[in-house]
Every structure is written in C-alpha cells, then in structure tokens.
C-alpha cells in the first residue's frame, strides 16, 4: 500500500542539473535559503520537492532551519483566496504543490512528525481537500495534501489518528472520494481504512449513525462507479474498509442495508 502513497512525478517540473547538486550539505543549505528570496523561492521549491529523498535529513534540516516552515506556510495560504474561483493557475499550482510535498518530507520523519502535529499544521490543508472543483490545478492540490495526510497515517503513530479525528478529517476524505480522480480516491480511502485500524477510528466511525452511513455511502457509491471505470487498486482499499467495518457489531447492523448489490 506504501507505492499507493506515491504521487505522480508530472506533478513536479524537473529542475535538477548537473550543475545544481543538492546531495552536498552546502547545496541543501543554500537551497533551503534561499526558499526565503522571492527570486529564488519558485526555484528552491522545484529542486527541493523533486530531490527530497535524496537527503534523509532534509526534514529536520527544514524544520530547524529560522524561517523555512514559515515560509511554505505563506506559499501554501498564497491561494486560498483563488479556490472558489476559475483563476487557480497550473502554475500557481504546481508551486503548491511542491511546498505541500516538503511538508510530506516533514511529516515522515520520526524527528519533526510531532512537532508538525504540536504546530497544527494538517489544518492548512483541508481547505484544498474540501473543495469539490475538479479541474486539473484543484486535482494537484488535492492528492497532494492527501499525500501529507496519507504520510501520517502511514505512519502508525496513535497520536497522528488522535490528530485527525479530532480534525474531522473523515468529512475532507469522503469529498475526496466523492469528486477526486482515481487516485485520489485511492489515497482517501487508504486514510480511511488506515484510521479505521485503529480502534479509537473505528468507534469513532460508528458512534454516530449519520457519520457510519456518510462513509457507507460514499464506499458504495465508489464501487457502483467501479463498474463502468475499474480500478484494481480502489477496490482493494474498498473491501479493505468494509472488511475493518465489519468487525464492529454496530456496524454490522448498518451494512446490512447499505452494501452495494
């Protein structure tokens, strides 16, 4: 499932050359910056995204860094105003998108994961998992804000789900299943299945009868759709959650009615 978490590399325009190594500690320093210059911060954000497992220390050297988080977190906030509008650029986009992918990089490693916790950072990118427009700028936002959350519930961590649930995440991951391409859906709902694993998300899932049948519905309505556009992939994540619900009596009940014929 770890390969599913994979974003497209079409997403991020290939910056790197010969001539720009960013494996030597003096690269990844001036890199990281000069993510501070409005010159060069397009730049550092393509090189940085693109190259991120080079360096297993790129996290913490973020993290660390005077200024870095700040930084994304000001590129991030840039289009929040153009989300419900037609002028959300490719461009503008992709730049997002890349500064999205060095918060995944962060929220991976076992030294920062907490403190970008502690620091509420998730919450920034909910409002491009609430969105429903389906152009293809909302589309690359979208997958890869999943892919910061999707990072997270990788992880295992007790308190990255602890996090999310009480976020309310579920309602940003049913939009995603509900109006994102296939493989967002694919990432929604392994965040899905992935909380339900635990057992404070499947209570959580199934305490409430509208949030248990919110999230029956939109794993019905997916695999309906699965008919005329298969996908191998999606189904496994499907059947996976249904298989994790069932192992809870009260959700049983509910599945009874609601299982797709």
């Known amino acids: 499932m770890a390969s599913d978490l994979n974003l497209p590399e079409s997403l991020y325009e290939d910056y790197s050359t010969p001539d720009l190594p960013?494996?030597?500690?003096?690269?990844?320093?001036?890199?990281?910056?000069?993510?501070?210059?409005?010159?060069?911060?397009?730049?550092?954000?393509?090189?940085?995204?693109?190259?991120?497992?080079?360096?297993?220390?790129?996290?913490?050297?973020?993290?660390?860094?005077?200024?870095?988080?700040?930084?994304?977190?000001?590129?991030?906030?840039?289009?929040?105003?153009?989300?419900?509008?037609?002028?959300?650029?490719?461009t503008a986009s992709t730049r997002v998108s890349n500064a999205l992918a060095l918060f995944q990089c962060v929220a991976s490693h076992p030294e920062t994961r907490k403190q970008f916790l502690k620091a509420k950072l998730p919450l920034y990118l909910y409002p491009f998992l609430n969105t429903k427009d389906k152009e293809k700028p909302h589309e690359y936002l979208r997958l890869t804000s999943l892919g910061v959350i999707g990072t997270l519930v990788k992880s295992d961590d007790p308190e990255a789900i602890r996090f999310l649930l009480q976020t309310e995440i579920f309602p940003c991951c049913l939009t995603s299943m509900e109006v994102g391409s296939d493989l967002s859906k694919q990432v929604a709902t392994f965040i899905i299945y992935k909380i339900l694993l635990h057992e404070e998300g499947l209570k959580y899932c199934c305490v409430l009868a509208d949030r248990f049948f919110a999230v029956a519905r939109a794993l019905a309505q997916m695999t309906e759709k699965l008919v005329e556009q298969p996908s191998p992939r999606l189904l496994k994540h499907i059947i996976c959650c249904y298989h994790r619900l069932s192992q809870s009596p009260r959700a049983c009940d509910g599945l009874r009615c609601c299982l797709p014929l």
């Open 22 to 90: 960013v494996h030597g500690p003096a690269s990844v320093a001036y890199w990281i910056q000069a993510l501070q210059s409005h010159e060069t911060k397009e730049r550092a954000l393509l090189i940085l995204s693109q190259n991120k497992e080079i360096r297993k220390d790129l996290a913490p050297l973020l993290w660390n860094s005077i200024g870095t988080i700040s930084a994304l977190l000001q590129e991030i906030i840039s289009v929040y105003r153009t989300l419900s509008s037609p002028n959300l650029t490719e």
